[in-house]
């Protein structure tokens, strides 16, 4: 399949013209990202993760795209009677199919931030037994072999340590970046020489990827 990186933390997969996406969010170009679009997945509710009006009016454009998402997320979106057949809530342990593609779900809570910020549910999602992207959180998927990872690289509730445990435990073959959009230049060279260098260490090829860039997973 091939997939596109956007700014922070949304992706696009696209095979045999079916297209899915992975967290619209604010920080995103999540119009663009979303263009025939059949299904969208949203791992938690924070609006760098979904961009709210972006999604509705992309659901009230296409009847035939669906959204899957943690149970708040959906209950918000579901307010809005018109497009509520077209939102399910997805728990972790679950399996289904969204345009084309299978899915499974993973973790369930947010990464801590702050004790006294709450904490919210957060969903991974393992694509074709190929793709995980975590939202925000180090869940590791059990009892799976993650061909294609995408790492967290930078967050508010993460240190850089925490980047590299993660994608040593998954130790999938290929990792590319997520969550990006608060570090500048200098940030991102010192994080990624240190997941570049030990994650090779466990099999890990850690590529980055500029907005808008696709490549073949």
């Known amino acids: 399949m091939n997939l596109t990186k956007y700014t922070h933390a949304c992706v696009r997969l696209e095979k ?3 297209v899915l996406v992975i967290d619209p969010g604010a920080f995103s170009e999540s119009e663009e990202a979303l263009e025939g679009a059949g299904a969208i ?4 509710e924070h609006n760098d993760h ?10 009230r ?7 899957y998402a943690p149970a708040g997320v959906a209950g918000s979106l579901k307010e809005d009677s018109d497009i509520a057949s077209q939102v399910h809530s997805v728990d972790p342990g679950s399996d289904f199919e969204a345009a ?3 899915i499974r779900t993973f973790g369930g809570q947010h990464a801590v931030i702050h004790p006294q910020i709450p904490v919210v549910a957060n969903i991974g999602y393992l694509v074709d037994e190929n793709v995980f992207h975590p939202g925000d959180s180090f869940a590791v998927p059990d009892g799976i072999a993650v061909k294609t990872l995408l790492v967290p690289i930078h967050a508010p509730w993460s240190k850089i340590g925490e980047v590299v445990d993660f994608v040593i435990s998954v130790r999938a073959p290929k990792a590319f970046p997520v969550h990006d ?6 940030g991102r060279g010192v994080v990624e020489g240190h997941v570049t260098r ?3 260490r466990y099999g890990s090829s850690y ?6 860039e696709s490549v073949e997973v």
């Open 207 to 212: 590529t980055r990827l500029a907005p808008r």
């Open 16 to 18: 045999e013209g079916n």
């Open 61 to 67: 454009k296409n009847p035939a795209l669906q959204v």
């Open 50 to 59: 979904i961009d709210q009006p972006v999604v509705i009016a992309a659901l």
């Open 100 to 102: 084309g593609f299978s």
């Open 181 to 186: 959009g608060l570090l500048n230049e200098l």
């Open 198 to 200: 030990i994650g090779a």
């Open 41 to 44: 997945l949203v791992t938690h």
